[in-house]
């Protein structure tokens, strides 16, 4: 399935999509990795406590800097016959 050639193709790790406009979703899919990373440290497996640790705060800085109103108008656009 193509992107249309009006709107850019998604990029692999984008979470500027509108599944994330209400808070709680980005809450949840920014802190459970971070919970995760701190079971796994404390079973002694560092390795996986570092990756989990580390989606966790890349999924909090993409969405701290996702333009949400841009992803709404987006969504708002799409859902109004945009097609």
């Known amino acids: 399935m193509k992107a249309p050639p ?4 998604p990029k692999f790790f984008d979470l500027a999509v509108p599944f994330f406009l ?3 979703r980005r809450v949840l899919t920014g802190t459970v990795p971070i919970i ?5 440290l404390a ?3 560092a390795f996986w406590a ?3 640790f ?4 890349t999924a909090i800085w993409k969405f701290y800097t ?3 109103g841009a992803v709404a108008a987006q969504a ?8």
């Open 66 to 68: 996702a333009d949400w």
């Open 43 to 45: 079973n002694g497996e």
């Open 76 to 83: 708002q656009e799409d859902a109004g016959g945009g097609g």
């Open 50 to 52: 570092l990756i989990f």
């Open 36 to 40: 995760w990373s701190m079971v796994e």
């Open 54 to 57: 580390a989606l966790g705060v």
């Open 6 to 9: 009006d709107r850019p193709k």
């Open 22 to 24: 209400p808070l709680w």
